[in-house]
């Protein structure tokens, strides 16, 4: 008794063989990135400095001064014709 048709078959080994061939072209991308790094030498990483607590800013505000009261007379501003 046949599990699957011909036809089945054929889509089965397809869909195998695609995946075969997408598996060993990202595989032999990655060993080709994996490769041009192996010369390369990574810069050693440096021990974390302690933070410092930062110290409170406190700002000097001055009252701002009273203006006078009274006004001076506008000035009338005159246009040419």
Do not use: D
Not at 7 to 16: K, N, P
Not at 65 to 74: H, I, L, M, N, V
Request: hydrophobic residues 40%; contains cysteine; aromatic residues 12%.
């Amino acid at each position: 008794m046949l599990l699957l048709s011909v036809q089945g078959r054929g889509a089965l080994w397809t869909v195998l063989i695609f995946l075969f061939c997408v598996i060993l072209v990202h595989g032999f991308k990655l060993a080709k990135i994996g490769y041009r790094t192996l010369g390369k030498k990574l810069p050693a990483k440096k021990p974390k400095k302690p933070k410092k607590e930062q110290e409170p800013v406190y700002f000097i505000v001055e009252r701002k001064k009273r203006t006078k009261r009274e006004y001076s007379e506008p000035k009338r501003i005159t246009f040419r014709e």
